[in-house]
C-alpha cells in the first residue's frame, strides 16, 4: 500500500515536471460570451536543448497573444501548458499523451520540429486535438491524413523551390552542392531543393552529416574538389555553423545558404563573424511588423524572434474560436479549417490538408556579423 | 562508392583525420590508463574533457569579453597557454572528484566490477546534466546575472567568441598543412612522449606499473594505492584538459553533451590499439581518425560511424588485445 502511494505521488510529481503554468478557474458566461474560459491551451517544442531558442520565440508569441486577450476579456482566462520535449521525438511521444489526457486542454500550438510532429501526430489525431504548428516544415506530416493537424508556415517543398530558385536565379550558380544533416526536417528540405534544382544539380555533389557532429573535415574535402560554387546546408545551427567555418577556414569562396533551421542569431556565434558573413538563410517567415516587435518586448521582455508571429497568430485562431463560442474539438477544429484573415506573420487560409495556401519566402542575409532580420528579400 | 575521391584528395584526408584522430587519442589515453590500472571503464571521462573545453571557452570570454573576432595562432598564443593551463587544472579538478566521490568508496569494499561500471555511467550523466543546468544552479546563488554570458542559454551550443584562423604553412600533394594541424598533431605525440617517459622512467610511474601488474604485491613493496590511483585520474585529467584545448581550437564550439559522441569515440580508439597500452591509446586514435575521413570519402559521411566500428570488429576478430596488444601491467623484458 505505501509503495503504490509513493510511486503515486512519484507519478504526479513527474508530471507535473513536464508542464508550467496553470489557468485559474473562472467559469465562462453562457450565451454569447466567449467559450472554453477557464481551460489551457497547450505547447508542445523545445523550450530549452540545443535549438531551445526558437521554442522560446514560440512561447513569446502565445504568451503576447495570450496577454492581449486577457486585457480585451478579463472575464475569461485560458492558461498555457509548456511541455518541454528539446526538440527530441522520443520526448515528445509521452508529453503527447499527457497533454491529450488532460481535459483543460483544448487547443495545441505545436509541435514545434517536424521530427516530434511525425511521432506525436497519431496520438493527437486519434484524440481529436485540433494542433496548429507555427514551424514544422516537413511536407509528409499533411500527407498522414490528420484532420486535426493545420501548421502556420510555408512547408518544405516550398521552401526547397524558393531555395533552389535563389540559388539559380540570384546567385547564377553553376554548380550547386546540397547537403542535409538526416534529420526529418533535413532530409525533407534537401530533397525539395535537388528536385526543384533538377537539371542544374549533378546527383554526385551531395553530402549527409550527423546532428553532433563537430568536425566536417571529409565534407569540406569533397565540397573543394568538386568545385563547386554554392553550398546549401539543410539542416540546424549547431551544424551549420561549424560547417560554415571549416569551410571558409579551407578556403572555400562560393555562396553558403542555409533554410530557416540555420535562422538564428546562434548561427553566427557558432561559425564566428568571419566566417559566416555573406551567408543566406531562408525562412518561410518574414521580419514582424515593428510595432509588434515593441509591444512583444514589453509584455515578454525579451525581443521577437523567428516563429513568434506564426505561434502568435495561431494562438489568436483559437482565441477566435473560442470567441465565436466554439468550445467542442470538433467545432474548433472546423472554424480553423473555415477561417480566413490576414495575421501578423501574413494572409492565412488552411487547405483541406492543413496546409496553409499562401506563402511567402524570405532570404535573410548575414552582413557585418549580424543577421539582419529587418530587411530580408522575398523570394518570388 | 568513391575511390576515386579518396585518392585524388588523399593528403587532405589524411592529415585532417590525424588532426582529430590525435585529440582522440589524447583523451584516449584517459581511458587506458585507468583501465590499466584500475581494470575500470571510466565512462565519466568524456565529462572530464567536456568541463576541459568549458574551461577554455570561459577563460576566453573572460579575457576578451563577448566580442566576435578571429585571429590567427601565433597572436593568440598567449592566451591559449593561459586556456591550456586552465582547461588541464578543471578537467584533473573533475577527475579527482570522480575518483573520490564514484569510485574510492566502491573499491575500498571491493565492489564487483559491475557496480563500479554503473557509478561511472551516473557519474557521467550527472556532470553532464549539470553543465546543461548550470544557470539554475548559479541562480541558486543569485549570480545569474553576472555571469550571463558564461551560464546563459545553458543547453545551447557555447562558442568560443575568439575564432583561431589556421594559416597554410607547406603543400603536401595539393593539400595546404594549416599551423593548427601541425600544433594539433604535434602537441599529442609531445604528450604522449612526456607521458610515456614519465610511466617508464619516474618512481610515481613505476608505481603505476607495480599496480597496474599487481595491486597486491605492490602494496606489499610499499606503493600507496591510493596515491597512485588519484595520479592515474589526475594525468587522465591532465590529458583531456589538453585535448580539450587542442579541440577548441580546432572547432570552437562546445555544448554539455559535446564529451558524450567524443567519449566513446575515444575508448573506442583506445580498444583499437589496445586497452591499458598508452602508445596504444594514440595509434588508434590517429587510425580511427584517418580511416573516418577515408570512410566519409569512399561511402559517404552517413556511413563514417559504420566503416570505424566495422573497423574495430575486425580488428578485435583478429587481434583481441588491440593493434599494439601489451597492456600497462605487463612486464618489459
Known amino acids: 500500500m505505501r509503495t503504490l502511494a509513493v510511486m503515486a505521488a512519484a507519478g504526479l510529481a513527474l508530471s507535473a515536471c513536464g508542464s508550467s503554468d496553470s489557468s485559474s478557474n473562472t467559469s465562462a458566461s453562457d450565451g454569447g460570451g466567449p467559450a472554453n474560459c477557464g481551460k489551457n491551451l497547450a505547447f508542445l517544442g523545445a523550450a530549452t536543448g540545443p535549438a531551445g531558442a526558437l521554442g522560446q520565440n514560440m512561447i513569446g508569441g502565445i504568451k503576447f497573444a495570450l496577454d492581449k486577450y486577457t486585457k480585451a476579456n478579463p472575464d475569461c482566462k485560458i492558461g498555457l501548458k509548456v511541455f518541454d520535449s528539446q526538440g527530441d521525438a522520443t520526448k515528445a511521444t509521452p508529453l503527447a499523451t499527457q497533454i491529450v489526457n488532460d481535459p483543460s486542454i483544448v487547443g495545441l500550438i505545436g509541435p514545434g520540429f517536424s521530427t516530434e510532429s511525425l511521432a506525436t501526430g497519431k496520438t493527437l489525431a486519434a484524440a481529436g486535438l485540433p494542433s496548429i504548428s507555427p514551424s514544422a516544415t516537413n511536407v509528409t506530416i499533411t500527407q498522414q491524413g490528420w484532420t486535426t493537424w493545420h501548421r502556420l508556415i510555408g512547408n518544405d517543398a516550398a521552401q526547397g523551390a524558393a531555395d533552389a530558385k535563389y540559388l539559380t536565379d540570384t546567385a547564377k550558380s553553376q554548380k550547386p552542392f546540397v547537403i542535409d544533416d538526416g534529420s526529418d526536417y533535413g532530409k525533407g528540405l534537401a530533397e525539395s531543393v535537388k528536385k526543384a534544382l533538377g537539371s542544374a544539380y549533378d546527383s554526385s555533389n551531395t ?54 533551421g540555420s535562422e538564428d542569431p546562434a548561427f553566427i556565434t557558432t561559425a564566428g563573424a568571419s566566417a559566416a558573413n555573406g551567408a543566406i538563410l531562408s525562412a518561410p517567415a518574414g521580419p514582424a511588423p515593428a510595432s509588434f516587435n515593441t509591444d512583444y518586448k514589453a509584455v515578454v521582455g525579451s525581443a521577437a524572434g523567428l516563429y513568434s508571429t506564426q505561434a502568435y497568430d495561431a494562438t489568436n485562431i483559437f482565441l477566435a474560436a473560442f470567441k465565436a463560442g466554439k468550445s467542442s474539438a470538433a467545432d474548433i477544429n472546423d472554424f480553423i479549417g473555415a477561417y480566413t484573415g490576414d495575421g501578423e506573420s501574413g494572409p492565412i487560409a488552411f487547405d483541406d490538408k492543413g496546409d496553409i495556401t499562401e506563402t511567402t519566402i524570405y532570404a535573410y542575409k548575414v552582413s557585418n556579423g549580424k543577421l539582419d532580420t529587418a530587411n530580408p528579400t522575398p523570394i518570388k | 562508392m568513391d575511390f576515386a575521391f579518396l585518392f585524388n584528395n588523399f593528403a587532405e584526408l589524411t592529415i585532417t583525420g590525424l ?4 585529440i582522440y587519442g589524447l583523451v584516449a589515453l584517459g581511458y587506458t590508463m585507468v583501465y590499466g590500472v584500475l581494470q575500470l571503464i571510466n565512462f565519466a571521462h568524456s565529462e572530464v574533457f567536456m568541463f576541459g573545453t568549458f574551461a577554455v571557452a570561459w577563460v576566453v570570454v573572460f579575457v576578451h569579453g563577448t ?131 614519465f610511466v617508464t622512467r619516474t618512481r610515481l610511474g613505476r608505481g603505476i606499473r607495480s599496480v597496474a601488474q599487481d ?119
Open chain 1, 207 to 260: 553530402d549527409t552529416v550527423q546532428t553532433g557532429q563537430t568536425d566536417f573535415s571529409a565534407t569540406v574535402t569533397k565540397v573543394k574538389s568538386s568545385g563547386a560554387d554554392a553550398v546549401f546546408f539543410a539542416g540546424y545551427y549547431p551544424e551549420g555553423g561549424l560547417l560554415v567555418k571549416q569551410l571558409r577556414q579551407a578556403g572555400y569562396k562560393g555562396l553558403f545558404m542555409s533554410g530557416d
Open chain 2, 67 to 197: 566580442g566576435q573576432a578571429s585571429q590567427g595562432l601565433g597572436s593568440t598564443l598567449g592566451l591559449l597557454a593561459l586556456c591550456l593551463v586552465a582547461a588541464m587544472l578543471t578537467s584533473a579538478a573533475i577527475a579527482l572528484l570522480i575518483e573520490r566521490v564514484a569510485y574510492r568508496p566502491l573499491i575500498r569494499k571491493g565492489a564487483p566490477k559491475l557496480v563500479i561500471l554503473i557509478s561511472a555511467i551516473g557519474a557521467s550523466f550527472a556532470l553532464a546534466e549539470a553543465m546543461g543546468l548550470r544557470d539554475r544552479i548559479v541562480g541558486w546563488f543569485g549570480l545569474d546575472d553576472n555571469l550571463t554570458n558564461y551560464v546563459g542559454q545553458a543547453r545551447n551550443v557555447y562558442s568560443s567568441p575568439i575564432t583561431i584562423d589556421p594559416h597554410q604553412v607547406f603543400k603536401i600533394a595539393n593539400y595546404h598543412v594549416t599551423d593548427v594541424d601541425l600544433l594539433v598533431i604535434g602537441a599529442a605525440l609531445v604528450m604522449m612522449v612526456a607521458l610515456d617517459t
Open chain 2, 19 to 22: 588532426a582529430l584522430g590525435a
Open chain 2, 215 to 333: 595491486p597486491e604485491a605492490a602494496a606489499l613493496m610499499g606503493v600507496n594505492s591510493t596515491r597512485v590511483i588519484q595520479a592515474t585520474f589526475l594525468i587522465g585529467g591532465l590529458m583531456a584538459g589538453a585535448a580539450a584545448t587542442l579541440y577548441m581550437i580546432k572547432i570552437g564550439t562546445t555544448r554539455q553533451d559535446a564529451g558524450f559522441i567524443l567519449g566513446v569515440k575515444a575508448f573506442t580508439a583506445a580498444v583499437m590499439g589496445g586497452i591499458g597500452n598508452l602508445r596504444g591509446a594514440l595509434l588508434g586514435g590517429l587510425v580511427l581518425g584517418v580511416v573516418e575521413n577515408w570512410g566519409s570519402a569512399v561511402f559517404g559521411t552517413q556511413w563514417k560511424d559504420v566503416v570505424a566500428f566495422v573497423l574495430l570488429i575486425l580488428i578485435l576478430l583478429l587481434r583481441p588485445s588491440g593493434i599494439l596488444g601489451e597492456s600497462l601491467g605487463k612486464a618489459r623484458a
